[in-house]
């Protein structure tokens, strides 16, 4: 698996230049992504086979494996809280590549905005948006 980690703190030589702490200080009880690889992630402690979806308080298991099932009614989960989220990240797997036709405009019209990417680049922009306390949702495709 593929651990998340935080920049690497100065060393005591470098310290004298550099005074800024970049490390996301997640709300308590938010989910953060630790790792991810070998067909599951780990959040918060708990680890999880297979893809899930990450909301800001809960993860929940997806049955997405691949692309080729991928469409708003794939999406569910995420459209039955619409409400409650403004960004929605999908991480599309290993590497990235196009948006299955109509995806968008669909997620669009359920009051979201679509964010695509590879998965290990939405785990990591899942947990910088939720340190800001933004409402986001991660679907995340599991990765080896």
């Known amino acids: ?3 998340i980690r935080p920049a690497q703190r100065a060393s005591p030589s470098t310290r004298d230049f550099m005074s ?9 009880g938010r989910q953060q992504i630790q790792s991810y690889g070998d067909k599951r992630f780990r959040i918060s402690a708990e680890v999880f086979e297979g893809s899930v979806v990450v909301f800001p308080e809960e993860t929940q298991v997806w049955a997405v494996t691949d692309l080729s099932v991928l469409n708003i009614d794939a999406l569910a989960q995420v459209t039955r809280q619409a409400d409650d989220i403004d960004i929605l ?22 009051g979201m905005v679509l964010e695509w990417m590879d998965t290990g ?21 599991a990765v080896d």
Not at 20 to 28: G, Y
Not at 89 to 110: N, Q, Y
């Open 20 to 28: 800024l702490d970049i490390i996301p200080v997640v709300p308590q």
């Open 89 to 110: 990240l999908i991480g599309c797997g290993p590497t990235f590549c196009a948006v299955p036709k109509g995806l968008r405009a669909d997620i669009k019209a359920a």
């Open 1 to 3: 698996m593929v651990p």
């Open 121 to 141: 680049a939405a785990c990591r922009t899942f947990n910088v948006l939720v340190a800001e306390e933004r409402r986001v949702c991660a679907a995340l495709i």
